[in-house]
């Protein structure tokens, strides 16, 4: 990033290598061979995907978003070299959509780390990713509305103590709560609310290294049964007192809004969108193959139309890719909500073209279809649809938008 740390500072517009290829080849097939048979069940069970994880690690892709220079591969945003990382998120979703989420938690909490921590907090982190296999995630979900039943309120509250902070309270929607080894919490140091329910002009929200493994930290398992992405094991987790030391702090105050980072992340959430709906259509063609179903003239429609979903989809990651790598920040913020809203709807179609052209038995049980359906639609309300494409028509009429949370 440039001094105000708000763009990447990498080589521009880094053209995909032999061996970035060689990467995305070698990560495709260990999905293949190896995660997808898991997928089911990790949901099943509901557990973290940790035989996933060590063997990403032991491959040497855990550090995907490190830069080279700390051991890593040096994709993402902020190294200016974008669409190896994406590509990799729709590998592992084609696989498993909640081994993706979870991985781009990881992913995105590195690329933060490389933009704005200094050089010996990003020694120390990613030596621990690179050498020691350490997961991260990044939680900031405190929702203020209770649903039905809850009795109790999510929110982090910090108090500054010599040294640190003290934390209490606790985080909703914590992926990889019981992978993780480090969790970036963004906290509002004027209480409850995290990242979305920010409020005030000086939006002083502090990024904190959390060691998961401080005794303070707990795991409530209870709240987390979802229909979908059961396997992100996005638990409640709460903070009893757990004191964060000063260099755990990540960048300055308010740096996250500053550098509208939050902008970076939303069509990482796409790539994974695009895997989902590429393993239901490869599913559906064999199948429709297998079924000799090739002359219906219906069903070489829907067909069609799964095959230029796909397409355009990519197209769209690709675009957005480009202007981030080009410094076209403006641009890319704007062209990832799009993105974003494209390719949840390319996806969805996809999904269910396929459910109605091989018909009821792509919902049965061991078919991936059946998974997929549950966990892209849960997936998919991540952020409200509507609100996202609000926020595109704000910024074509020059109204005031957020492109982060999409607030009215």
């Given at each position: 990033?440039?001094?105000?740390r708000?763009?990447?500072t990498?080589?521009?517009c880094?053209?995909?290598?032999e061996g970035?290829?060689?990467v995305?080849?070698a990560?495709a097939k260990?999905?293949?061979?190896s995660?997808a048979?898991r997928?089911?069940?990790?949901?099943?069970?509901a557990?973290?995907?940790?035989?996933?994880?060590d063997?990403?690690?032991?491959?040497?892709?855990?550090?995907?978003?490190?830069p080279?220079?700390?051991g890593g591969l040096g994709?993402?945003?902020?190294?200016?070299?974008?669409l190896?990382?994406?590509?990799?998120?729709?590998a592992l979703?084609k696989?498993?959509?909640s081994?993706a989420?979870c991985?781009?938690?990881?992913?995105?909490s590195l690329?933060l780390?490389?933009?704005?921590?200094?050089?010996?907090?990003?020694?120390?982190?990613?030596a621990?990713v690179?050498?020691?296999g350490?997961?991260?995630g990044?939680?900031?979900?405190?929702?203020q509305a209770?649903?039905?039943g809850?009795?109790h309120?999510f929110?982090?509250t910090?108090?500054?103590?010599?040294g640190g902070w003290i934390?209490?309270g606790?985080?909703?929607?914590?992926?990889?709560?019981t992978?993780?080894r480090?969790?970036?919490l963004?906290?509002d140091?004027a209480g409850p609310?995290g990242?979305?329910?920010?409020?005030?002009a000086?939006?002083?929200?502090?990024l904190?290294?959390?060691?998961?493994?401080?005794p303070?930290v707990?795991?409530?398992?209870?709240?987390w049964d979802?229909?979908?992405?059961?396997a992100?094991v996005?638990?409640?987790?709460r903070?009893?007192?757990?004191f964060?030391p000063?260099?755990?702090l990540?960048g300055?105050?308010g740096?996250?809004f500053?550098g509208?980072?939050?902008?970076a992340f939303?069509?990482?959430?796409?790539a994974?969108f695009?895997?989902?709906?590429?393993?239901?259509?490869?599913y559906?063609?064999?199948?429709?193959?297998?079924?000799?179903?090739g002359?219906?003239?219906?069903?070489q429609q829907?067909v069609?139309?799964m095959?230029v979903?796909?397409?355009?989809?990519?197209?769209?990651?690709?675009?957005?890719?480009a202007?981030w790598?080009?410094?076209r920040?403006?641009?890319?913020?704007i062209a990832g909500?799009?993105?974003w809203?494209v390719?949840?709807?390319?996806a969805e179609e996809?999904?269910?073209?396929?459910?109605?052209?091989?018909g009821?038995?792509?919902?049965i049980?061991p078919?991936?279809v059946?998974r997929i359906?549950?966990d892209?639609?849960?997936y998919?309300?991540?952020?409200?649809?509507?609100?996202?494409?609000?926020t595109?028509?704000r910024?074509?009429?020059?109204e005031?938008?957020?492109l982060?949370f999409h607030?009215?």
């Open positions: 990033m440039t001094g105000d708000d763009h990447p990498g080589p521009a880094a053209p995909a290598s970035d290829g060689a995305l080849d990560v260990l999905a293949e061979d995660f048979p997928a089911e069940e990790y949901d099943r069970r557990v973290f995907p940790a035989e996933d994880f063997d990403l690690f032991s491959g040497g892709f855990l550090g995907a978003a490190v080279r220079e700390y994709y993402g945003p902020q190294q200016r070299n974008t190896p990382l994406w590509e990799m998120t729709t979703a696989a498993d959509l081994l989420r991985w781009e938690g990881h992913a995105n690329v780390i490389d933009a704005l921590a200094p050089p010996e907090q990003k020694r120390r982190w990613f621990g690179v050498e020691e350490e997961i991260w990044a939680w900031s979900g405190e929702p209770p649903k039905p809850e009795s309120r929110g982090t910090s108090t500054p103590v010599s934390l209490r606790s985080k909703a929607f914590a992926t990889s709560a992978g993780a480090w969790a970036i963004l906290v140091p609310g990242a979305r329910h920010t409020q005030g000086d939006r002083k929200l502090l904190l290294a959390c060691d998961l493994s401080d303070s707990t795991v409530d398992s209870s709240w979802p229909i979908g992405m059961r992100t996005s638990h409640v987790v903070f009893e007192d757990t964060v000063r260099e755990h990540i300055r105050p740096g996250y500053e509208h980072w939050q902008t939303i069509p990482h959430y796409a994974s695009l895997g989902g709906a590429l393993a239901a259509y490869a559906g063609l064999a199948y429709l193959k297998r079924q000799d179903k002359g219906d003239p219906h069903v829907r069609g139309a095959a979903n796909i397409d355009t989809a990519r197209l769209w990651l690709r675009h957005v890719a202007l790598d080009e410094g920040l403006d641009e890319a913020r909500n799009r993105a809203h390719i949840e709807h390319l996809t999904v269910h073209h396929v459910i109605r052209a091989c009821a038995r792509s919902l049980r078919s991936p059946e359906l549950r892209l639609t849960f998919e309300l991540h952020d409200n649809d509507d609100h996202v494409l609000a595109i028509g910024a074509v009429l020059g005031q938008h957020d982060s607030k009215p």
